[in-house]
């Protein structure tokens, strides 16, 4: 069974930077993918980043990109998101994903929360202005 833990989130000033953090178990495949989503109040769930172990691709939300670095440390088994030029809209629960087994992402991943069978809990950031 995967296990995500997510770690990091926290309050900044609009402008600033945070970096999450999600420590990574149970993979059964050596292929997977491993990535974030994110919550706002009253609004649906939104694919922000993920990358795929297999040949390391990073695929990126139109929201974020430019400003959120999704990276990996695998000896640590640990995913991060550089999180730069926050802004109030970036305000949500974030939470760690993965797909055991996926070995070729698409962009198109991101708009389907269900593509991806383990979730963590979630950390909330908040940007304020």
């Known amino acids: 069974e995967v296990q995500l833990q997510a770690s990091g989130g926290g309050m900044v000033q609009a402008g600033g930077s945070l970096r999450l953090s999600c420590a990574a178990s149970?993979?059964?495949?050596?292929?997977?993918?491993i990535g974030w989503f994110r919550q706002a109040p009253g609004k649906e769930r939104e694919g922000i980043s993920y990358?795929?172990?297999?040949?390391?691709?990073?695929y990126y939300a139109d929201s974020v990109k430019g400003r959120f670095t999704i990276s990996s440390d695998n000896a640590k088994n640990t995913v991060y998101l550089q999180m730069n030029s926050l802004k109030p809209e970036d305000t949500a629960v974030y939470y760690c994903?993965?797909?055991?087994?996926?070995?070729?992402?698409?962009?198109?991943?991101?708009?389907?929360?269900?593509?991806?069978?383990?979730w963590g809990q979630g950390t909330q950031v908040t940007v304020s202005s």
């Open positions: 994903v993965a797909e055991d087994g996926l070995v070729t992402g698409t962009p198109s991943l991101m708009r389907v929360a269900a593509a991806f069978g383990s």
């Open positions: 149970g993979f059964t495949f050596d292929d997977y993918a």
């Open positions: 990358m795929t172990s297999s040949d390391g691709s990073t």
